[in-house]
């Protein structure tokens, strides 16, 4: 802290005012910009809070002299340290897995060319129809950047050709394998009845929605994946990618949502909306 404290009253002074050091601040600022725009609408923006409180009373303790005070706050920061390793998992996973898609490198690694983005959205949107007029419920999980084989693991494995016909048959109510999520990769059916994370997102309203609702919102938020969920109650069709949700989707909307995403293979939804 007081090293920190050193450099900046340096640089207010106009004594380090070089080009390494101006580039130093860009980085930390364009770091600190990010970081907030990771947690902002999580429960993280409370903790960061409390920890920016915590900071200031140390400030202020420093330079008032309170040696108890001090100490009793160096050994909290201490502790805190590893309580927020815990605290943010979900969080550091997050931007660890942002950071893994590589950017432009990620769209080499991983091709996707037109003819076979326009073969999957017509598999996936004839499914979502078929499903809802009869009445039944899914959940259908494209991978893109971030890897799920640890969710496929959980479930049956299928390996086959991704269609519609397939996908309708599998969420059929009397099927063994119609109760989870089936995984899909690029144009194949990795694996069926698979098992999704239940935890906290960034959706304000996640409690509104049902069970698979929740799990598409939960596993688009840790991972770049785009999650198709049909309500079985409803008969809605509602598309979650990047820890939102956008519901009450015909056929034209629905193509057009997912042409979109699996053509810029970025994570957030630029739009949201509540799920019917």
């Known amino acids: 802290m007081d090293r920190v404290t050193d ?25 600190i910009y990010y970081v907030l725009v990771l947690i902002r609408g999580t429960r993280a923006v409370q903790l960061l809070i409390g ?7 140390y400030w202020i303790a420093t330079l008032l002299r309170l040696t108890l005070t001090t100490l009793l706050l160096q050994a909290l920061f201490a502790v805190a340290l590893f309580a927020l390793i815990v605290v943010f998992q979900p969080e550091l996973r ?26 999957t959205v017509d598999e996936l949107v004839r ?19 971030t890897g799920l084989q640890d969710y496929s693991e ?14 309708a048959s599998i969420f059929m109510t009397r099927s063994p394998l119609h109760d989870g999520a089936v995984i899909v990769r690029g144009g194949q059916i990795l694996a069926a009845a698979c098992l999704l994370p239940l935890e906290e997102t960034a959706e ?13 919102l939960s596993i688009s938020a840790q991972t770049d994946a785009i999650v198709i969920v049909v309500s079985e109650e409803t008969q809605a069709i509602s598309i979650a990618s ?26 957030p939804l630029p739009f949201r909306s509540k799920a019917s």
């Open 7 to 31: 450099y900046l009253r340096g640089l207010l002074g106009g004594q380090c005012c070089s080009w390494n050091n101006a580039l130093d601040v860009l980085i930390v600022a364009i770091f």
């Open 51 to 57: 920890v920016l409180v915590l900071v200031v009373v």
């Open 94 to 119: 997050r931007a660890l897995g942002q950071l893994g898609q590589l950017g432009p490198l990620n769209r080499m690694l991983i091709p996707g060319g037109e003819e076979e983005i326009e073969g």
């Open 127 to 145: 499914a979502a129809l078929l499903i809802s007029e009869a009445k039944h419920g899914a959940l259908i999980v494209l991978e893109r950047g």
């Open 154 to 167: 959980t479930g049956v494995p299928v390996n086959g050709k991704l269609t519609a016909e397939l996908l």
């Open 204 to 216: 304000r309203t996640a409690h509104r929605y049902g069970m698979r609702h929740r799990a598409a």
């Open 242 to 267: 990047g820890g939102r949700m956008i519901g009450a989707l015909d056929e034209e909307r629905l193509r057009r949502v997912l042409t979109s995403l699996l053509r810029s293979r970025i994570q």
